[in-house]
Antibody
Framework: EVQLVESGGGLVQPGGSLRLSCAAS????????MTWVRQAPGKGLEWVAN????????YYVDSVKGRFTISRDNAKNSLYLQMHNLRVEDTAVYYC??????????????WGQGSLVTVSS | DIQMTQSPSTLSAFIGDTVTITCRAS??????LAWYQHKPGKAPKLLIY???NLESGVPSRFSGSGSGTAFTLTISSLQPDDFATYYC?????????FGQGTKVEIK
């Protein structure tokens, strides 16, 4: 059974940093692109970033470029999102998701349950 | 970046109704479009991929159509479990984008 379990969320002050982790199991993690998606309170889903199988390609939504870094450790079957200079508007539930197929041009077929990040003073 | 626009934002319907949600892309995305169902406190669920392909295990009352810039999700004979928020998503570009969502409510 495929499982994606996020951790690392919590309360942080504006300007602070936080690192989210996503532990994957039940599939060959190293063969798939991975993605972070977030949902702010009362808002819709927003794609945040994705990363190629070997980490050689990474893409970000404009609002997090220069502040967030997506990475992965295939030996540990883990995905990460390092977040710096956090803003109130980064408050959201963050989901990790796997991309079906190997090209990166595929839908998100498995999702975690999400990790809440709250940015507030 | 490719923008995705969904309509309506909210939809009220009775059990048994047929409802249609529209999604438009700001440029052609061929059929690189997915539809997801999202309920509060749950992980989003993939319903449709490649615009019209039904994900395994998803009831056949869900269907998708379209290509290029215009797409629709149709739910036939709405069931109690279908009341949720639905999102389209384009994956034509590496910077993927979602529509703003359509909340389907009980009338």
């Amino acid at each position: 059974e495929v499982q994606l379990v996020e951790s690392g969320g919590g309360l942080v002050q504006p300007g602070g940093s936080l690192r989210l982790s996503c532990a994957a199991s039940g599939f060959t993690f190293s063969r798939y692109w991975m993605t972070w998606v977030r949902q702010a309170p009362g808002k819709g889903l927003e794609w945040v970033a994705n990363i190629k199988q070997d980490g050689s390609e990474k893409y970000y939504v404009d609002s997090v470029k220069g502040r967030f870094t997506i990475s992965r450790d295939n030996a540990k079957n883990s995905l990460y999102l390092q977040m710096h200079n956090l803003r109130v508007e980064d408050t959201a539930v963050y989901y990790c998701a796997s991309v079906r197929g190997f090209s990166g041009y595929d839908p998100l077929d498995y999702w975690g349950q999400g990790s809440l990040v709250t940015v507030s003073s | 970046d490719i923008q995705m626009t969904q309509s309506p934002s909210t939809l009220s319907a009775f059990i048994g109704d047929t409802v249609t949600i529209t999604c438009r892309a700001s440029q052609s995305i061929s059929n690189y479009l997915a539809w997801y169902q999202h309920k509060p406190g749950k992980a989003p669920k993939l319903l449709i991929y490649k615009a019209s392909n039904l994900e395994s295990g998803v009831p056949s009352r869900f269907s998708g159509s379209g290509s290029g810039t215009a797409f629709t999700l149709t739910i036939s004979s709405l069931q109690p479990d279908d009341f949720a928020t639905y999102y389209c998503q384009q994956y034509k570009s590496n910077s993927q984008t979602f529509g703003q969502g359509t909340k389907v409510e009980i009338k």
